[in-house]
């Protein structure tokens, strides 16, 4: 098969939860377990970095990941959703994957995936140990899917468990409470391995607690150790934030610059800097300045995109995403800061989130360009509009998110600030990204 053949193949075989949703969802480890088998158990072969959470596990694996090849190691960065193509989701180095490993795996391995029937998530998970193994990496940063216990990733014993955040996501399948979402994150602590919590959050911090005592597993709450202070607000279109970091009250960076300037970063880096910490305790090299580059470089040595980016200037032009309740109240936040003179915000979701929510979060002096994205879990956009109608919320209907993104354009003067997002496929179909 060509490589275009082969992502039909699994596209059209293989439930896909990105696009699907909860008919895409095989919760459980055996298929995964199978196919590692099958593959000669390659997960075992390395060290991972495990990375779990409801908001910013992206940006920490990529923070992660950065810093570490900063430090001079080869690593893989195994991440998803992808935004434009599929070989984002497994990087070395950031570097994607080649596609021609992926057609010669997939042709290797079909007459398996016919015997396990595994989900798509599942198959990318195998192809990410397989290839990380066959690449020799030094350090593997893994994260993890969707919740954490019964996520195809969790058959790791990684050096250090990482949790960003808990907020509401995902309900219908990982509980409708937050400590029975965190319970599900809490999966991915295992027995002996340091866990590090990126933020103390009162109504989850004891199941954390529990788990860890469960499975004799040290415990550190980053931020009750790691502050990070901004020094000064960013420039409006500044691609970075400059900050200082206190270790137990005492600074112990000064003017570290972050390449990512949405504020929920703040809220990401005291687990990163933790788990940095972690590693130099079991013998990585990482120096301050390999940190200081870490940081600095995230974008260029690992590819992130889609948080807090800024796309045009003269009307500045922002995507970011951010795509549950807790995501959007922090993105509403900073767009009220920025200096305007009108908003447009192109926006589209997926229908198994808590739409009313995050829609009443939003400002009702925006103009509105609703869209929806070219998956069968998209909203679609008309009702999208009616339902922000209801709340206030005015504007037109786009359909495709080209088309929206070109009206908000066509219609911004140059002091104007153009918002695009609501959910990760949105940003994905930005064609200038």
């Known amino acids: 098969m060509t490589y ?39 997960e075992r072969q390395l060290r991972c970095i495990h990375v779990a959470g409801t908001n910013g596990k992206g940006s920490s694996s990529h923070l992660l990941a950065a810093v570490l090849q900063a430090a001079g190691y080869k690593v ?25 490993f992926l057609v010669d795996w997939v042709a290797r391995w079909r007459g398996l995936f016919e015997t396990v029937q595994p989900s798509f998530f599942e198959m990318c998970v195998a192809l990410c140990f397989d290839y990380f193994a ?44 937050l400590p029975l979402i965190a319970a599900e994150k809490a999966g991915i602590i295992k027995p002996g391995v340091p866990a590090i919590i990126s933020q103390t959050q009162p109504e989850v911090a004891a199941v954390f607690e529990q788990k860890a005592r469960q ?12 502050r990070a202070e901004l020094l000064r607000e960013p420039g409006p279109d500044e691609a970075v934030q400059h900050l200082r970091i206190r270790r137990e009250g005492a600074v112990e960076l000064d003017e570290l ?14 687990g990163v800097l933790a788990t940095v910490a972690e590693l130099r305790r079991q013998g990585f090299v990482i120096s301050e300045a390999h940190l200081r580059e870490g940081l600095r470089e995230v974008g ?38 920025l200096p305007r003179r009108r908003l447009h915000l192109v926006l589209g979701v997926v229908n ?52 929206a993104v070109r009206a908000a354009r066509a219609a911004a ?19 200038e990204l």
Not at 413 to 431: L, M
Request: with cysteine; glycine share 8%; proline share 6%.
């Open 4 to 42: 275009q053949q082969t992502l039909d193949f699994l596209y059209a075989q293989l439930p896909m939860f990105q696009r699907v949703g909860e008919a895409g969802y095989k919760p459980g480890l055996q298929r995964t377990e199978a196919l590692a088998a099958a593959m000669s158990h390659p």
């Open 76 to 100: 893989g960065l195994y991440t998803s959703p992808h935004l434009k193509e599929f070989t984002e989701r497994i990087r070395v180095n950031g570097q994607e994957l080649a596609p021609a």
């Open 134 to 177: 066959q690449e020799q990496v030094d350090v593997a940063v893994v994260e993890v899917g969707l919740g954490g216990r019964l996520d195809s990733t969790n058959i790791i014993r990684p050096l250090v468990s990482l949790i960003t955040n808990i907020s509401f996501d995902h309900q219908h399948l990982l509980g409708d409470t």
């Open 215 to 226: 499975e004799g597993a040290p415990l550190l709450f980053a931020d009750q150790h790691y």
């Open 257 to 270: 610059e972050l390449a990512l300037v949405g504020d929920y970063q703040r809220l990401n880096l005291p």
């Open 300 to 337: 260029r040595l690992t590819g992130l995109r889609g948080r807090w980016t800024i796309l045009g200037r003269r009307p500045l032009v922002i995507c970011d995403t951010g795509h549950n309740e807790a995501g959007i109240r922090f993105i509403v936040a900073q767009l009220a800061r």
């Open 352 to 403: 198994d989130k808590d739409v009313s929510k995050m829609l009443a979060l939003l400002p009702r002096d925006a103009t509105y360009y609703f869209c929806q994205a070219s998956i069968p879990r998209a909203l679609p956009a008309d009702e999208l509009a009616e339902r922000a109608a209801a709340l206030g919320l005015t504007g037109t209907v786009y359909g495709p998110v080209p088309a």
């Open 413 to 431: 003067a140059p002091d104007d600030v153009v918002f695009i997002g609501g959910s990760t496929f949105v940003v994905a179909e930005i064609e």
